[in-house]
């Protein structure tokens, strides 16, 4: 089975441009985070969805960070403008809820470095 | 406030000294995950331990849910498990998980 899919790896930008990060979770998992990683904050969630529709949209993040989920298999998280704080590591994870376990499984991560 | 609370916030190991790392949350818990971060890799999944006691090799998870309490014991350090460990719990409210801010290990020959 595959695991959790994020493309691209590294993705650099200027400050003010419109970039889109793409996600693909375990196949039959129905719920998808987004986090984003520093060394100074940690793992930061981003948004949430379950069965596709949205629970949590990251409140301080909520002006310029848009996640969709057009259908299951497949999420993205678009930044519109980019400013240098945005210079992270964005992770994708996902979990199947509907039994006992909530074991979450996450991607390789998008480096994004904003210049 | 915060609720999970991780110690040490990071941690130096001669090579084959154990190590305990703790996780302590102000929630009722639902579920309890241990993760392993290498430097610049993702997240690997190494215990879902919601209660009791968890075994895999050297590595040892031990969640209390009365005392609001996971550990991760490592024993025979090895170089190899240099890196940071996340624990992340599920609170009994049934949302998403919230995750600690790690411990940070270093395991010098």
């Known amino acids: 089975d595959a695991g959790v899919t994020q493309t691209p790896r590294h993705e650099v930008a200027e400050k003010g441009q419109t970039i889109i990060l793409k996600c693909e979770p375990v196949?039959?998992?129905?719920?998808l985070f987004w986090y984003r990683q520093t060394k100074i904050q940690g793992l930061e969630l981003l948004s949430y969805?379950?069965?596709?529709?949205?629970?949590?949209d990251g409140g301080a993040f909520k002006d310029r960070f848009k996640a969709e989920m057009l259908n299951s298999s497949f999420s993205t998280l678009k930044i519109q403008p980019t400013e240098p704080k945005d210079s992270a590591v964005y992770l994708c994870?996902?979990?199947?809820?509907?039994?006992?376990?909530?074991?979450?499984?996450f991607g390789p991560g998008t480096r994004l470095t904003v210049l | 406030g915060q609720q999970v609370q991780q110690s040490p916030a990071s941690l130096v190991l001669q090579e084959g000294e154990n190590a305990e790392l703790q996780c302590n949350f102000s929630?009722?818990?639902?579920?309890m995950q241990w993760f392993y971060q290498r430097p610049g890799g993702s997240l690997v999944s190494l215990f879902y331990?919601?209660?009791g006691t968890k075994h895999s090799g050297r590595l040892t998870s031990t969640t209390v849910i009365k005392e609001r309490r996971s550990s991760l014991h490592i024993s025979s350090s090895q170089t190899t498990d240099s890196g940071t460990y996340l624990c992340?719990?599920?609170?009994?409210?049934?949302?998403?998980?919230?995750f600690g801010t790690g411990t940070k290990l270093q395991v010098v020959p």
């Open positions: 994870a996902s979990s199947f809820n509907w039994g006992p376990s909530y074991e979450q499984y």
């Open positions: 196949s039959g998992h129905n719920d």
């Open positions: 969805f379950r069965s596709k529709s949205l629970m949590e």
């Open positions: 929630t009722s818990l639902n579920s």
């Open positions: 331990n919601p209660s």
């Open positions: 992340a719990l599920e609170a009994n409210s049934g949302t998403y998980q919230r």
